[in-house]
């Protein structure tokens, strides 16, 4: 539980102020509560789809139906609540889809999709692990899901969990609905003879050309001033770039830490100063189970330690202590830990070898120029190994010529320093240094070969035993309380967005941003907020406006006082919201028109004497289809290869608005494809292609025709 989940306060509210907010409750959800007077969907309501109100005693009489009753985790509820809504748009949008198509499931086919011999691939996730491998005692001859297999499971089903499978049917025969819809779309695709030929011809045809252009880049953006009035009209003329499905909020908050004080520092350490005073006296199972019972983890564990690892300047205390002594409270960071030494022992610290790898084709990392086999490495480490423990050659003086290793080349002679068991470096090449004598030479196998190693040194250090009790330092109520007042204060002094902006900028407080919240976000893009839902709920509140200040919301271990920035509501939004967004557009048109009557003005009868006079270097396009309009040394160029399509060989076009600039392009050649041989094939390619596209854009299409509201995130 966090931190500041306590009770702030111990203060009793007086009982007037209960039964005014509670008749004041009531009232509000009388009042509310008459849609049907008015019609549409209330505040009360948990949405609209497609005409049809969901209420909220619809919706919570289908999430006591499927849960049963049993009590749900927030992120149960909310995947509960995610299947319902899906449950009620599928029957409220493709519900009469499928009436007026007359497209529906009958039992026997249902019947034949789970337990005939194809069942429906949806019964896969039921009957098969995490990699999708169906389990072997579900599989048929052919490796995929049996229908029996799955007949007989279902008829082993204990009578409780009866119910359970008869929804999964429910769940499939709608999948099999949707399918049955998307493949009746699909099917009514028909892709012409022309249309294939049109459609090779593009990913085909080549075309070679040369070009210049001048680059709307050469100029910056911040000589060039558009007027309102232009803006405007591209706004009025680019609406459709600038429509918003669903309304969104803007807005800032100032946070409020919640750090443990000076004064909790000093409670935790007199609470653990006993805690080491009756760890003494503990033995045996007393022992650990006193460990258990006081460390945050519950955890009794025991491990050793070497001098470094100990608490700040304490390395000579738990060197010196008796088997039994217990040592601290110190503090570490935010813990406040106290150890109990059990014995000294002595190990090796860190070791230092020195290697010689021998690399074969295929080992991990090896370089193209090794073409030994596997076994012919292992017989020249033998060879090294033979060599270097009969003394005829030191290690040290063969290791750059021998060793495939490239660091070894870099003059350390195989040797990389000290190294510990938690240095970067493979297992085995460690576990040679531990496990052998210093002098010795041995050869240990891993991914990239062999290798010879030699042990040059070791290091041994006293380590100690001990077990640890560590409790982290907490604020304590009343830290949480002093820090909530103040933002409490805060929000009470600056409870207008003028008054909240003025004080952060004469204090110099730091404060964050959020834009484009949604009302059903399960979270706050780019914030550290910590299950924001309340603050979601404040934002999208009718009393909310432009301006409004919050009252301090709990966000983990802070709290958070918010101020609302913006309001945008679905459609259009509104000019000023996008004024941004269309400025550079702008300023492109305008560079466009600039450049085209600079170049109009040098215009010349060839590409080379234009270039010239426009001081542009030409350049190739070469092998470039409709399908890839990629120009070197431009960039991605549909308007100009939609243009060099329509000329013949030899022409020069005019100015060319262009993506990146305005070109002028002189078409060379064009290379036509062979004739295609394969028509059907490329039918069937483009079908499955607008048939892709098809399952997307029908419940797109579907679902913003439904005119949806939902309004979920104010009830759950």
Known sequence: MSILARIRSRVGLL?????????????????????????????????????????????????????????????????????IWQELVNKYVYGPQYDKLGISVTIDELSEQLYGPHPTPYLNRYFSDQSGKIFQQYQGPDGQLSGAAVSGYVKQLPAEQESGWAMEEQEISKYLLLEKYNTLLRKGFYVTTSEANHEYADENTKYNFKFIVKKYADVPDSLIKPSDAELKDYYNSHQYKFKQHDDTRDMEFLPFDVFASADDIATERKNMETVASDFKEKTGVADSEFVEAHDDNGVYEKKFLHPGQFPAGSDSAFLKAASGDVLGPFQDGGNIEVFKKFRDSTGIDSIRVRHILVAYKGAAKAAPTIIRTKEKAKMRADSILKVVKAGKKKMEDIVEQLSDDPGAKQGNKGDYGWLNKSSPFIPQFISAGYDNNVGDVVIVESDYGYHVIQVVDKKSSSKVEVVTISKKIVPSDNTIRDVYNKALEFAGRNNTGDLFTQTIQKDNKVVSKATDVKLNDKTIANTTLDNPKEIIRWMFDEKTEVGSVSSPFQSGDRYVVCHLTKIINKGVKPFEDVRDICEPEVIKDKKAKMFTDQLNKVKANSLDQWATNAKLTPMNGTGLTLAQPYIQGAGFEPPVLGTIAGMKPGELSMTIKGTIGVYVVLLESVTKPEPMKDLAAEKTKLIQTYSQRADASSSDILNEAAEIIDNRAKHF
Not at 30 to 38: A, D, P, V, Y
Not at 69 to 79: M, T
Request: negative net charge.
């Open 15 to 83: 009982v007037g102020i209960i039964f005014l907010a509670l008749l004041a409750f009531v009232l509000t959800d009388l009042f509310n509560s008459q849609r049907g007077i008015f019609g549409g969907a209330g505040s009360n309501d948990v949405g609209e789809i497609g005409g049809h109100t969901v209420s909220l005693g619809e919706f919570r009489t289908r999430m006591d139906e499927i849960s049963n009753g049993k009590s749900l985790s927030e992120s149960e509820q909310a995947q509960l609540s995610d299947g």
